[in-house]
């Protein structure tokens, strides 16, 4: 399933700064789902594909590093494609603002594995950030993605993101 969002019809430019990032909707054998906080988000596992890393690798350590959970292809499933287009997000290393243009690729897996916290390896981004990961069952999910967290830098981008997987994934 493919998604776009981009409610003022804007058209990117060699201005805008463009990302691919995917992410893990990861659910245990209890119905509970692996949530990261994060600078003061609540998000699903994932991050920022490398320079020539395909979504697959991407996923695949970006799990490992956030969660210590290994996956094989097989395992992940890809269930959306999000392309959003906002003209005012704040570029935290320069404290501006600028245009972005993301693709973002969500994954689902369900597991038997807990998270590993010996076998992660966060960011000194994410250090700095207090990352933070657990499980949590359905409803408290619910409550931590669709809360507005309006003092976390561009909440508004993740508060619309987590709408649009909570209706179409975790909803069906």
């Known amino acids: 399933m493919k998604i776009l969002l981009n409610p003022k019809n804007l058209v990117p430019n060699d201005s805008w700064q463009t990302f691919r990032k995917v992410r893990a909707v990861i659910e245990n054998e209890e119905g509970c789902f692996a949530i990261s906080s994060e600078a003061g988000k609540y998000i ?90 657990s499980f949590v069952d359905r409803e408290t999910l619910f409550k931590l993605l669709l809360e507005e967290h309006r003092d976390a830098m561009n909440w508004q981008l993740f508060y619309e993101e987590n709408q649009i997987v909570v209706n179409n994934i975790l909803n069906k």
């Open 44 to 133: 699903f596992p994932g991050g920022k594909c490398d320079k020539n890393e395909d979504d697959l690798a991407a996923i695949q350590r970006e799990i490992k590093e956030e969660t210590g959970m290994v996956f094989s292809e097989d395992e992940l499933h890809k269930v959306l494609e999000l392309e959003t287009l906002y003209d005012n997000i704040i570029d935290y290393r320069t404290n501006t603002v600028r245009p972005r243009h993301t693709i973002t690729t969500y994954y689902y897996v369900k597991t038997n594995q807990t998270i590993n916290k010996d076998n992660m390896n966060l960011t000194e981004g994410e250090i700095q950030e207090n990352f933070k990961i």
